[in-house]
């Protein structure tokens, strides 16, 4: 399968998101993915396995005296996106999203090892393709241990699946339980290929 798309490097990234993997030194890495929970709109729409992902935030404030507030950027194809003053840093977005998706706590985060796989075009079933910043993390055994134990805030289970399992899942039908958007496949596959080939470049901070 080809590698991810990676599309202008002045598009807007909407959001970051996580390629948790273990066992690099094995022939048969695995990848852990997550079930998130349906929107409260949408109660029966079950969404598709995948990656830990979410919508990074901006703040906005009354007046100087005010407090910050923070809300999602808007993805609505008129709302241009804020000032790069406004918005979190793409790796507070992550550590939101691994925690309330994957079960790793910040704390935890901050201990492991996370690396840069950049900005790819992500393929929505029902909107508008977006950009979504991808980092890699390689969590040691006894953070994978405590994730178990975790509870999720926006998901309703993780599993470690290998490659092969992973595009098993593509081929289910959107809706049906354990599906996965096929367009993780190659992100997958590119964050195993590079870091087999120690391709990345570490994030050195982790707010």
Do not use: C
């Not at 997550?34 to 396995?49: L, N, V």
């Not at 507030?69 to 550590?95: A, C, F, H, I, N």
């Not at 994957?102 to 977006?130: C, I, N």
Request: no cysteine; hydrophobic share 35%.
């Amino acid at each position: 399968m080809n590698a991810a798309k990676t599309s202008n490097a002045d598009a807007p990234v909407y959001k970051a998101g996580g390629v948790i993997l273990r066992g690099l030194d094995t022939e048969n890495p695995q990848v852990l993915i997550t079930q998130p929970r349906p929107k409260p709109e949408t109660p029966h729409d079950i969404p598709s396995m995948g990656l830990p992902r979410g919508t990074r935030k901006y703040w906005t404030k009354k007046d100087m005296f005010s407090p910050k507030v923070w809300q999602d950027v808007p993805r609505d194809g008129t709302s241009p996106m804020p000032s790069k003053k406004y918005l979190e840093p793409l790796t507070s977005t992550l550590q939101s999203e691994v925690h309330e998706e994957a079960g790793m706590r910040p704390e935890w985060l901050r201990k492991q090892h996370v690396f840069e796989l950049g900005a790819k075009e992500f393929t929505s079933a029902t909107k508008a393709p977006y950009m979504v910043q991808w980092y890699v993390i390689t969590p040691n055994e006894a953070t994978q241990q405590q994730m178990l134990t975790e509870p999720l805030k926006d998901a309703e289970k993780t599993e470690w699946v290998s490659v092969d399992e992973l595009k098993r899942r593509t081929s289910l039908t959107r809706g049906e339980q354990d599906y996965v958007n096929p367009v993780y496949v190659p992100i997958v596959e590119e964050a195993i290929a590079k870091m087999k080939a120690n391709a990345l470049p570490r994030v050195t901070s982790i707010p």
